[in-house]
Structures are given as C-alpha cells and as structure tokens.
C-alpha cells in the first residue's frame, strides 16, 4: 500500500526534536471520536503509520484496541484482505506485456539506473559482510532484491516510488505484517465488516496531475541524488544498515504521539547534489513535490472524506472503526477538518477517557 511519509527522498522532514524520552505534553493517540449534527456518536477514526505493527503495536493506546474490538465494522483505505484487489495492487503497477522501462526512461537514465542498483547491492554485499550475522545479512539483501524487484517493467511512477523507498531505506524489515495491515487482518479474523473507501484502481493511480515528463524529471532527480549519497557513503540505509534515521524518528514521535502538522512542513535539503542541476531545475523539483503532495494527499483526503461521510449517512453504518494513514489526519486540509465542515463533531480521544 502507499503512503506518503517516507516517499520524498530529497526532502528532509523537520521534527520536534524527538530523541530518547517522549516530551511531557499530552500524548496524541491518533484516535478521535466522530459524532453527527445530532450528538450521536458513530465511531472512531484511527490513524495508522505503515511499519511492521511488532515494533509498535506494545505503545498503541488500549483505548485503541479498545475501540477496534468493540466495533461492528472497519474502515480501511482498501481491503488488503480481498486476493483479487491484492492481485489487481501488484499487477497495476506495472507496464503492460512486454513494455520496459527503457521507452520512458531513455537509454542514458536507464543505464544509470541499472548501474545504480548494481552499485548500491555490491556495497550492501560488502558491508554486510564486517556483520557476524549472517542471517540478517541475507534478510537486508533479499529485502534489497524485492523492494527494486521488476523495477524495469515497473510504470514510471511506480519507479519514482521503488526509488523513494530506497531514500529512505529500511532494509532490516522484520517479517511482521504491517501495522495497517495487521489491523484488516485482526478485523477479518474476528468477523467485522470490512468497507473500503479506496479502489484498487484508486490506489494504483495516485498520481494523477504529472506528465510523464515530470516524472521521468523526478526519477532522474532523485536518481542523482541516490547516485551522490552513495558515492559520499552518506546513505543512511548503508552506514546504519539497522534503521532508517528517519523511518525511525517518524516511528518515534508516533510512539510519543507527538506526529504533528509539521512534520509534514518540509523543506528541500539545501545539499547540494551533483552539479548538473541548476536553480530552475531544483525549483521545478519543488514543484513536482507539491503536485505530488496535493494528489497524494489533499485530493485523497477529499475522497476519503466524502466516502467516509457517505458510510455514515446512507449506509447509515453506527459503529465503525476507520484506520486511515496517519498522514490524512495531520497537515492542512486534513480529513478531520473536511468532516467538521460536513457538520460532524470530531473529539480526540485521550488516555484516560472511557471507550
Ligand atoms: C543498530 O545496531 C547497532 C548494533 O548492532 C546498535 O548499537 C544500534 O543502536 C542500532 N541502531 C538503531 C537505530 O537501532
Ligand atoms: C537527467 O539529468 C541530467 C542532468 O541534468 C541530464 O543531462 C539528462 O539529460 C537527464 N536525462 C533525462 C532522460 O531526462
Ligand atoms: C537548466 O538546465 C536545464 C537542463 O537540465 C536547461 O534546459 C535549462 O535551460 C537550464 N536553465 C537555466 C536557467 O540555466
């Protein structure tokens, strides 16, 4: 499934300085209580983060899984439980027959990125090996194989994606589903109603308003910038092979429940990157970010509200439990504002309330 925190590779997101203990402020659990105009309350509104739920799952509130238990139906984003929409997420990123990326890329950037995926695993190789573990080693390298696995026939945007995970690597995955994941399967197995709220065909078409053109700019850009991190030996998935800095401070500050609006406020590094790109190329990158953050997100976050709202009034659903990306309900234009504006009341749920 996609999600937006960890996609963009050249921008750093700024954070409250998390580091060791969590700040004393009140703990957000990214639970809310939504009720109608009339003061009924019809369900909880959860907001998930997309890492393996063991590393987790201990510090999610049991106000939390209080909710889920005690609720007839989930909501998810899209039901991963379902074989054929899972079939229809894998097969729709990729081009059609026997297409390659090689038509859209261009034979100089797709050297350079077969040239790249060879460099980076010959470094993994010889950096794993100092490991005595042996085991793990594999696991971070057949993690490597997978996340660029069918790279070549993947659909331009998808590349962009296979790359960005690469940014922000996090290669010591353990073998544990995903905490969103996890959820759908925990409401599978103990019989709620599953409701969707995205297509499958939604999902595999995030990027809607990018010419192919830009996207192939944002592959190359980020390329250049992989490219650089990893002849400066600064990639943080080679030098701390373990964690990913970032993925591990955005698990971090979720733990702390202190994920705000500004994490989401992120500046362009001013690193400079190869010496290719001049001042209106990195400004058209910027731009590229924003057009992606608005399809990503905000347009989602429109869609997302709207179904939500659509569940509650004609479905006349009473007693949910919708697990959404934590990313939609941070940030401007958040699904929790757009549901205010349809009349909902929306509350935060805190730790000592009773479910
Ligand atoms: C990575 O592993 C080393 C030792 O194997 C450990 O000392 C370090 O704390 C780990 N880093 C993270 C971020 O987990
Ligand atoms: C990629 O970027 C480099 C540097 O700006 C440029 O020379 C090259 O033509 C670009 N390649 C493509 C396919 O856009
Ligand atoms: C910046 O570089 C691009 C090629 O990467 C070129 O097309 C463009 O004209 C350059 N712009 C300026 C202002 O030099």
New binding site residues.
Partial sequence: MMKWIGWLCTLYLSFSSIRGDCLETERNLFLWTIEKSNGKQVGYLFGTIHVPYTRIWDRVSNRVKEAFHRANSVILEVDLQDPSTLRRLIKCKNLKGKQRSLQYLGPELHQRLQHYFASYRKKLISVLKERDDAEAAQAVIANFNQAIGGWDRRRAEWLLFVLYQLCDNNLDREDSPMLDAYLAEMAAASGKDIHSIETANEQCNPVQSLSEEQVVFAINYTLSYLEYQLITKRNPSLQQINRSRRTYDIVRSYECGSLENDVFKNTHSNEKFGS??????VQRAKQIDLILKDDILIKRNFRMADRLDKVISKDGETNFFAALGTGHFIGEKNILDLLKDKGYTIKPVKEDDIV
């Fill in positions: 290719h790109f001049n001042q209106s190329d």
